[in-house]
């Protein structure tokens, strides 16, 4: 098939952007979107010139690498996926396609469609963790923990960070990527000791990154690629509360 | 050169307290002054920059991701296996070592394998503590399955996320470490070049992948845990950046590489589809505790089913050839990973496979839901045959399944020795990376054991009896050496931009990969290997020559980075054939034609190949020299393995 690509194509950080039209020809329906992508960056190297820039890496959905604005979509159409886990059967013959990277004050691009996503790392810095080192632990199976509690820990700890949330809300907020954290970890009996500083903590970071606050409207489940609910946001808000008012 | 493997003395069990209390300690005071330099971010990697940070040690941990949790540890679905016997089923300690060493096809070494089966009970303990939410039973306690044909159930899991969870695990401890400013963590920045000075690792040279910015950077022992180098064979399951260049730089300084052609290909992937295909996709195996391997008995069956004009549905049974329940019948569909593959091989290269390029064999769930009803199979393999769906654009429910081999891990690595150093002073190597525990073939959630036992549980240890042994001056960034090491790095990244030829750099990546796939897979023989040998120097010459990398050295240039990694790989393939030539045996994940029983199977030469096949660097256009490890087994009794 073939379609057209309206790229943003930025050389640098603080240089300004633009976009740029790529034909995509000849490219086959059960070819993956990247995919694609590869085959216009080969054609573009072999004649010299620079291959449009975007971040992937494991290609199956879970590193969280790749991330993609698809005519006006986080990872574009489909739900529960990726950019890697999008196929060209999604579009049509002579299809015009947009391309643009994740666009947040704290996801700084750095070059095309690649962005940097460091600040979520600063917010787990924060205090998205259990402090224990290596060597403190006792008998795995010392502490039971509910089932109930420890699967909804885990559908929280499905997050792979790649911002797609963010890229989605208008007010390009974390609180998604933030609750899931901050779910998980609250959820779990061993996640006790901290849970009131680490929410405090959590907040505290994603605020002086930049990102906006949650106004509720939900953008960031319907494109997360992996669900994650809203309502880590609703548990997130209550644990912030809770902190403030018995610290 | 003479390969030490220091595995201490004494009965197998208590090796490795003794090693411990008597390898030197760093006064905690002193601790401060070490700098240590961790490379990768994965299980091996986050874990080891964490715990040695803990410990007080002074941490520079890179990545090539943009951030510590992207590495490709994350995309491990299975679980991850250890000694808790909280079944009550019969495991142990010694079970495990002993299944490991029997699984290696007794190619791995003893000791290092008994201390990963020690360790691995307290990985389950240490990740439980940290948050990672395994799966649980309803009263509480934690969940096992057994896995990859094991006898036993020892493997734990989070669903089929397992890698991603353990490895948002170590990255929060990590993060907690960076936090304190106890490591620094440099992220997008590619490791080109490892420093020695007087012999011994002291610092590493890196490209700033965003400003190309090349840097150095001193300490007093260096780490790698970079994984594996799958994509050596351009299509693998591995993540698009993974790649052998920490390593194989670290090779080009005098540290050995160990068993290069051991690769493991895992029986259930997607089939390849078309020549622009970037990577393969794995689906879990445990897919094959419920569905049937098959392909039709005859050829023009196998054709027609090629050209879409017939199904596979309208096979009736007894034109079906069910082949690894017939050649098999008391494993079945169950045979380890590399009996499975090298089965699926034989039948499509007689013709008989499925997909459209042929390469694929069903596996068919119509019985199993037939059986236990199709809302039973969905509950157990929902998540995959959605991804299969989505993949393939075909539902597994109505029509079989098309499955075939791709490679999915690397055995071989650096050779370490029983602390995880090379056999260059300082330089220690950990995860997929090293050579050490798996053999010739590694078991099903066993990767992820023994990335975190080498970062959690070894490398705290054995770097210290380093370090407290080692009393070098400390190396500033204006010595020679550390000159030299970024001068050469310039000189390559300068030469990789001025070929501007015709070609990107991909095609000279698939190239490479078709070759290796072909004469280096599954299966190998003389002939074969001879010919990519001589094969592979005229690939690196139109490489040179012909290789156009567009764009500058000092801005983000993807096309800079995989021309680097694959020059690499071309280096790296050649050493893996020459690998596979020597070792005139079939053992494990490999299949050498020459040497197979009467009945088709793989057979083992323990007279001549049971070592280590170490290989040195003697400098480019010259062949690498073989050193040999022996191997022996005091422990464990060599036995042909059979699963007839």
């Known amino acids: 098939m073939n379609v057209t690509l309206r790229v943003w194509k930025q050389p640098a950080p603080n ?7 790529y034909p ?20 573009l190297e072999s004649e010299g010139k620079e291959p449009i820039a975007f971040d992937s890496d494991c290609r199956e959905g879970i590193c969280g690498t790749c991330g993609i604005v698809i005519d006006g979509r986080p990872h574009g159409p489909g739900k529960a996926i990726t950019t890697c886990q999008l196929y060209m059967r999604a579009f049509n013959e002579g299809d015009t396609i947009t391309l643009e990277p994740w666009r947040a004050k704290a996801f700084p691009v750095l070059k095309d469609l690649v962005v940097d996503r460091a600040a979520f790392d600063r917010v787990i810095q924060a205090g998205g963790y259990i402090s224990i080192n290596t060597g403190n632990a006792c008998d795995a199976n010392a502490l039971p923990v509910a089932k109930l509690d420890s699967d909804r820990a885990m559908d929280a700890a499905a997050c792979i960070g790649c911002g797609a949330c963010v890229a989605a809300c208008k007010n390009a907020s974390a609180m998604l990527f933030v609750s899931a954290k901050v779910s998980h970890l609250a959820l779990l009996p061993q996640g006790q000791p901290e849970r009131r500083t680490r929410v405090v903590a959590m907040i505290e970071q994603m605020d002086k990154e930049g990102f906006g606050n949650c106004t509720n409207e939900s953008e960031c489940e319907a494109e997360c690629p992996k669900e994650i609910s809203v309502a880590n946001i609703a548990r997130l808000n209550r644990e912030f509360l809770l902190a403030k008012l018995l610290t | 050169m003479e390969l030490r493997s220091n595995v201490p003395d004494g009965p197998i069990e208590k090796k490795w307290d003794s090693h411990r ?5 760093v006064n905690p005071a002193n601790k401060r002054k070490h700098t240590v330099i961790v490379v990768g971010t994965g299980l091996a990697g986050a874990s080891a920059a964490a715990s040695m940070a803990e410990l007080g040690y002074h941490v520079l941990n890179f990545t090539h991701n943009d951030s510590a949790r992207r590495a490709h540890s994350i995309a491990a679905q299975g679980g991850i296996n250890a000694a808790k016997n909280y079944q009550n089923d019969g495991d142990s300690v010694w079970r495990l070592f002993y ?10 070494r003893e000791a290092n394998v008994y201390r990963l089966a020690q360790v691995s009970a307290n990985i389950i303990d240490q990740c439980v503590a940290q948050g990672v939410p395994f799966a649980r039973e309803y009263g509480g306690l934690l969940s096992n399955r057994s896995f990859g044909g094991a006898q036993v159930s020892r493997t734990f899991y989070a ?54 910015k090349v840097e150095s950077w ?28 920490a390593a194989w730089r670290a090779h080009r300084r005098g540290a050995c590489f160990a068993n290069p052609c051991y690769t493991q290909i895992h029986p259930t992937c997607i089939p390849v589809k078309g020549e622009y295909q970037s990577k393969l996709t794995l689906m879990s195996e445990s897919l094959r505790n419920d569905g049937r391997v098959w392909v039709p008995k005859e050829k023009a069956v196998s054709e027609a089913i090629r050209k879409n004009q017939k199904s596979p549905n309208d096979v009736p049974d007894d034109g079906r050839d069910y082949f690894l329940e017939r050649r098999y019948p008391s494993f079945g569909n169950l045979v380890p990973r590399d009996v499975a593959s090298r089965n699926a091989k034989m039948v499509c290269d007689e013709g008989r496979g499925v997909a459209v390029s042929g390469l694929g064999v069903y596996l068919d769930f119509r019985d199993a839901i037939k059986r236990d009803g199709l809302d039973v199979i969905k509950e157990k393999y929902g998540n995959l045959f959605d991804m299969y769906h989505e993949i393939t654009n075909e539902s597994g429910y109505e029509r079989p399944m098309m499955i075939y081999p791709a490679v999915h891990y690397t055995m071989g690595g650096l050779w370490v020795d029983y602390n995880l150093m090379s056999n260059v002073p300082g330089l220690f190597v950990l995860g997929e990376a090293n050579f050490s525990d798996h053999g010739a073939n590694r078991l099903g959630a066993s990767a992820l054991m023994q990335g975190l036992a080498d970062g959690y549980f070894v490398i705290p240890y054995t770097i210290g009896g380093y370090l407290a042994s080692n009393k070098a001056a400390k190396v500033g960034n ?5 000159k030299d090491a970024m001068a050469g790095v310039n000189a390559r990244v300068d030469k990789l931009l001025a070929a501007k030829g015709k070609r990107p750099v991909d095609h000279f990546h698939r190239e490479l990969g078709k070759m ?12 074969g290997l001879k010919e990519a040998l001589a094969e592979i120097p005229k690939l690196r010459e139109e490489f040179q020559r012909d290789v156009n990398v567009p764009g500058s050295a000092s801005s983000l240039n993807q096309a800079l980075e995989r021309a680097g990694r694959v020059a690499d790989f071309i280096d790296l393939g050649e050493l893996m054939v020459r690998d596979a030539l020597e070792r005139r045996e079939s053992c494990g994940g490999h299949f050498r034609e020459e040497s197979q029983t009467e009945e088709g199977e793989a057979k083992r030469d323990d007279e001549n190949f049971c070592h280590v096949a170490a290989w040195e660097w003697k400098g480019d256009g010259q062949a690498q020299t073989l050193h040999k490890e022996p191997l022996t087994f005091e422990n464990v009794k060599l036995t042909q393995r059979s699963y007839k």
């Open chain 1, 24 to 43: 995509a020809k000849d490219i086959p329906a059960e070819a993956s979107f990247l995919e694609m992508l590869d085959i216009v960056n080969n054609q």
């Open chain 2, 159 to 212: 669903r089929g996320q397992t890698g991603q969870q353990l490895l948002l695990g170590a990255y929060q401890a990590l993060m907690r470490q960076v936090h304190a400013k106890k490591v620094k963590l440099f992220t997008r920045h590619e490791m080109l070049d490892v420093i020695l000075v007087d012999g011994q690792a002291r610092g590493i040279v890196t490209r700033d992948m965003v400003s190309g």
């Open chain 2, 99 to 108: 299944d490991t060493v029997k699984g290696g096809d007794y190619r791995s």
């Open chain 2, 478 to 482: 204006d010595h020679a050496a550390v």
């Open chain 1, 15 to 21: 240089q300004p952007g633009r976009f740029e039209s």
């Open chain 2, 516 to 527: 290796m796939w072909e004469k280096c897979g599954m299966a190998r023989n003389e002939a």
């Open chain 2, 21 to 25: 209390f008597n390898l030197k300690l």
């Open chain 2, 218 to 245: 001193t300490a007093d022992a260096v780490v790698l845990a970079t994984g594996g180098y799958g994509n050596v064979f351009f299509l693998s399951t591995n993540a698009m950046n993974c790649n052998v260049t």
